[in-house]
């Protein structure tokens, strides 16, 4: 599996990203994190609408290509020594991304504890219907002692008669402070702002 932005510095040749003028850079307020106020301002949206965004938003955290470092996406996971590489089923999962939140510099967003998180899952289909268990959140306090890891053989497994990819290539990662919104008001956003 190889890794891509959904837009990259182009931007799509129709559709909601052609029609607006795109901000130079995201502005951001006294601690750091998008101005959500002003964003809307930028794309005209009406008074009550921006109130109404802005008091969506809640921290969170953005992962974006960035300098070697222990977060990463893809490639292998630093695992602590004696722990155990995460299976489904006796078969290995497919480690996926590993994301290091530390503070300072990063503020704490809402109890999300400081430490390492890793992300595996199972890669076969899994719908709504399935069990838990086919996809694994490990966290690692910041103190625990973590090692390169190899990925075990049994991760390239065939499922439903196609290859697992196993390992993904890897790309070192940064996290930044960001703010998340509710999905669907955004889809209230993007229509009104697409009627502007």
């Given at each position: 599996?190889?890794?891509?932005?959904?837009?990259?510095?182009?931007?799509?040749?129709?559709?909601?990203h052609r029609r607006l003028d795109?901000?130079?850079?995201?502005?951001?307020?006294?601690?750091?994190?998008?101005?959500?106020?002003?964003?809307?301002?930028?794309?005209?949206?009406?008074?009550?609408?921006?109130?109404?965004?802005?008091g969506s938003a809640r921290r969170?955290?953005?992962?974006?290509?960035?300098?070697?470092?222990?977060?990463?996406?893809?490639?292998?996971?630093?695992?602590?020594?004696?722990?155990?590489?995460?299976?489904?089923?006796?078969?290995?999962?497919?480690?996926?991304?590993?994301?290091?939140?530390?503070?300072?510099?990063?503020?704490?967003?809402?109890?999300?504890?400081?430490?390492?998180?890793?992300?595996?899952?199972?890669?076969?289909?899994?719908?709504?219907?399935?069990?838990?268990?086919?996809?694994?959140?490990?966290?690692?306090?910041?103190?625990?002692?973590?090692?390169?890891?190899?990925?075990?053989?049994?991760?390239?497994a065939e499922v439903d008669g196609?290859?697992?990819?196993?390992?993904?290539?890897?790309?070192?990662?940064?996290?930044?402070?960001?703010?998340?919104?509710?999905?669907?008001?955004?889809?209230?956003?993007?229509?009104?702002?697409?009627?502007?």
């Amino acid at each position: 599996m190889r890794w891509r932005r959904l837009f990259g510095k182009e931007a799509p040749a129709d559709g909601l990203h052609r029609r607006l003028d795109p901000l130079a850079r995201v502005p951001r307020d006294d601690r750091g994190l998008p101005d959500v106020d002003a964003i809307g301002r930028h794309y005209g949206l009406p008074p009550e609408l921006r109130r109404r965004v802005v008091g969506s938003a809640r921290r969170s955290y953005k992962v974006e290509p960035g300098a070697a470092g222990a977060s990463r996406l893809g490639g292998t996971p630093d695992l602590p020594p004696s722990s155990v590489w995460p299976e489904y089923r006796g078969v290995p999962m497919t480690f996926f991304a590993q994301v290091r939140v530390d503070y300072p510099p990063l503020e704490p967003a809402a109890s999300l504890p400081a430490g390492m998180f890793q992300f595996f899952w199972d890669e076969a289909y899994h719908d709504e219907t399935d069990e838990r268990g086919w996809c694994r959140v490990l966290h690692h306090d910041s103190s625990a002692p973590l090692e390169r890891r190899p990925t075990p053989p049994g991760t390239r497994a065939e499922v439903d008669g196609y290859a697992r990819d196993g390992e993904y290539d890897e790309v070192p990662a940064r996290v930044e402070p960001w703010l998340s919104l509710d999905p669907a008001l955004l889809d209230v956003v993007t229509t009104t702002a697409s009627t502007l």
